[in-house]
């Protein structure tokens, strides 16, 4: 078969399997569709079907189909990345600053630091944790973001099934997510920052910030319908931009979309072309991960070394919103509830960690067992907070202290 039939086999494996198996198995509860896909990418992987039938992957995954993957992947990811750009409510978390910088510095700075003692012990346990390109600090700091990441599209998501999006609490928990999603991309800044491209680093950022004015001017003289067709431009020249400057197109990609104001597009529209996305484009990036899992360390460790980076990353979310609800007053299990719905991790972790394992700051069998902790605690999410939900039905709106 030529390069395109077997491009085309990929793609009804990427996108027929997930659904007969959330469908069928009706998972919603406990793994949505996003869940299946990811898991999915990790069995069509070498690590699982490839390690088990070298010919399938040899066949279906050669290098040609790999690669026209990855163009999907890649420009799936972007419009994803802007989108969560443009969802950030700055003016929202600036309205109630106290509350919102107090909550989101406590709910990302605990969990950074639990995360880094583990990516610490990771180090010390032995050799096949850190990448080729990785320095100590760049391992432990970029470890401890990944375990302190909530991932706000996936959030969206699941606050969506669970009927609190546009709720007062909904709207309280974004604006936390918010914040922290701002200080995950300036830290990937930090880890990723190339003292021989200083100079193309400092003058994209310069450049950025000039044309970002001219830019939002021209969007707010657009039309709407005129903005559509405009961001995708933008978010090309930007990835571009980013990527030649020696940082990565994702940065590029996600400061495409935070500069524009989401009150600029129809609400309606925004969450139908997120759905879109997810629906048609991001099966196929979650496949190209599946693809990365390796398991060269060894499965059990890689297994061990997932276990202890999930309790790093939920005890951590879980102690630093505990600290905040206490230092602002907040009723009693508020703190409980925001925590599990802050440690979702999913896509955002996932898309950072692809970050770190193409700079080779990190090896794929740390990737995978970030991976790993990643679905689990996507997983662990609605179980927990469903239930917790009904205690507040009939109550009133949890009112932030200010």
């Not at 009804?12 to 069928?24: A, M, V």
């Not at 032995?126 to 100590?136: H, K, M, Q």
Request: proline share 5%; aromatic share 10%; charged share 10%.
């Amino acid at each position: 078969m030529g390069t395109t039939e077997t491009f085309l086999i990929a793609m009804t494996i990427i996108f027929g399997l997930p659904y007969l198996i959330w469908r069928l198995g009706r998972t919603d509860y406990v793994a949505p569709l996003v869940v299946v896909q990811i898991l999915l990418g990790i069995v069509l992987g070498p690590g699982v079907l490839g390690a088990a039938f070298p010919h399938y992957y040899a066949t279906v995954f050669n290098p040609p189909v790999i690669q026209a993957l990855n163009g999907v992947a890649w420009w799936a990811v972007m419009l994803f990345v802007c989108i969560a750009g443009i969802e950030l409510d700055l003016k929202q978390s600036w309205l109630h600053r106290r509350e919102t910088v107090l909550t989101a510095g406590c709910a990302l700075g605990v969990p950074l630091l639990s995360g880094a003692l583990a990516a610490v012990g990771l180090l010390a346990a032995g050799a096949g944790w850190t990448g080729p390109a990785g320095r100590p600090w760049q391992f432990v700091l970029g470890v401890g973001m990944a375990c302190a990441v909530t991932a706000l599209p996936i959030l969206m998501l699941l606050m969506e099934k669970l009927g609190i999006l546009r709720a007062p609490l909904g709207q309280r928990v974004l604006r936390y997510a918010s914040l922290d999603d701002l200080a995950i991309w300036a830290v990937l800044g930090l880890i990723l920052l190339d003292w021989e491209r200083v100079g193309r680093q400092i003058a994209f950022l310069g450049g950025f910030v000039a044309l970002a004015w001219p830019f939002r001017a021209l969007m707010r003289r657009l039309p709407e319908r005129d903005r559509w067709y405009v961001v995708p431009v933008w978010l090309a020249a930007c990835g571009f931009a980013a990527d030649y400057a020696g940082l990565h197109f994702m940065v590029g990609a996600f400061l495409a979309g935070a500069v524009l104001d989401r009150d600029w597009f129809a609400l309606a529209k925004m969450d139908l072309l997120r759905h879109h996305v997810l629906l048609v484009l991001m099966p196929v990036f979650f496949l190209s991960t599946g693809l990365r899992t390796s398991w060269s360390v060894g499965g059990a460790a890689v297994f061990l070394a997932a276990g202890a980076l999930l309790a790093a990353a939920v005890a951590g979310k879980l102690a630093g919103v505990a600290l905040a609800g206490r230092l602002l007053g907040w009723r009693r299990g508020d703190a409980w509830l925001i925590g599990w719905l802050l440690q979702t991790k999913a896509l955002i972790m996932i898309i950072f960690t692809n970050i770190l394992l193409d700079r080779g700051v990190i090896s794929a069998a740390t990737f995978t067992a970030l991976l790993l902790m990643a679905v689990a605690s996507t997983m662990l999410t609605v179980p927990v907070v469903r239930p917790r939900l009904a205690v507040y039905d009939g109550e009133a709106p949890m009112a932030p202290a200010e």
